[in-house]
């Protein structure tokens, strides 16, 4: 078991920066690959960037590369997105997700196994 505790959402501008953090305890978290999700309003669940538990292994969704980037610490279980250059459409409640398939990184939300209570970020135009 894991529990996954996610902070840093709030109210930017667009062209602004947010970096969302999300703490992990109760577990060995350096054996989970950890995901990034979103749901705005209306719309389903959607990818954004995973990271496979070594940090080799990094994938992310179209509409954020090269203004996303995810890291991970495992020495103090926490998994980053700093988000730069952030637009109106990336308004979203943020999940963090982890999978125990810890070297594959995944963008299917059914692949993860345990999940944060979300974060929302609202970036205004």
């Known amino acids: 078991q894991v529990q996954l505790v996610e902070s840093g959402g709030g109210l930017v501008q667009a062209g602004g920066s947010l970096r969302l953090s999300c703490a992990a305890s109760g577990s060995s978290f350096t054996k989970y690959a950890m995901g990034w999700f979103r749901q705005a309003p209306g719309k389903e669940r959607a990818f954004v960037a995973a990271i496979s538990w070594s940090s080799r292994r990094i994938y992310y969704t179209d509409s954020v590369k090269g203004r996303f980037t995810i890291s991970r610490d495992n020495a103090k279980n926490t998994v980053l997105l700093q988000m730069n250059s952030l637009k109106p459409e990336d308004t979203a409640v943020y999940y963090c997700?982890?999978?125990?398939?810890?070297?594959?990184?995944?963008?299917?939300?059914?692949?993860?196994?345990?999940w944060g209570q979300g974060t929302q970020v609202t970036v205004s135009s």
């Open positions: 997700a982890a999978d125990t398939n810890y070297e594959f990184v995944s963008s299917h939300a059914y692949e993860y196994d345990y």
